[in-house]
């Protein structure tokens, strides 16, 4: 049986490779920390800020004009009752999507049927 003083011996001969291993990681943690102090002393600026916000705000309103006109073009496509209720029926879909998928495909049931399994 091994006395105190012989495990204690024995753990800190155990400790001293994870101490290495540790102070290999702290190498990297350095270099970040060198990384991160650049984007840390950066400011952000009023105008900078409402310079983002109209930058934003106009993106969304392209979107939605761009939105509004592709509904619009699908609106006029004509579509057949049949067709529609085929896919409702085929599918398991609910009807509006089925709609949708037809006027996106220009009233064309096979290429709509292909695009709802794909």
Do not use: C, F
Request: charged share 40%; glycine share 4%; no cysteine.
């Amino acid at each position: 049986m091994a006395t105190e003083e012989e495990q204690i011996d024995v753990d800190d001969e155990s400790n001293e490779p994870k101490g290495k291993k540790a102070a290999k990681h702290d190498s990297g943690a350095a270099d970040l920390e060198k990384v991160t102090d650049y984007h840390e002393e950066a400011e952000i600026s009023a105008p900078q800020i409402g310079e983002a916000l109209n930058v934003v705000s106009t993106r969304k309103k392209e979107e939605s004009t761009a939105m509004q006109e592709k509904e619009k073009e699908l609106s006029k496509v004509k579509i057949n009752k049949e067709d529609v209720d085929l896919i409702v029926q085929e599918m398991e879909i609910p009807r509006t999507q089925a709609e949708r998928k037809l006027r996106e495909h220009k009233g064309n049931v096979v290429e709509a049927l292909i695009a709802l399994t794909n």
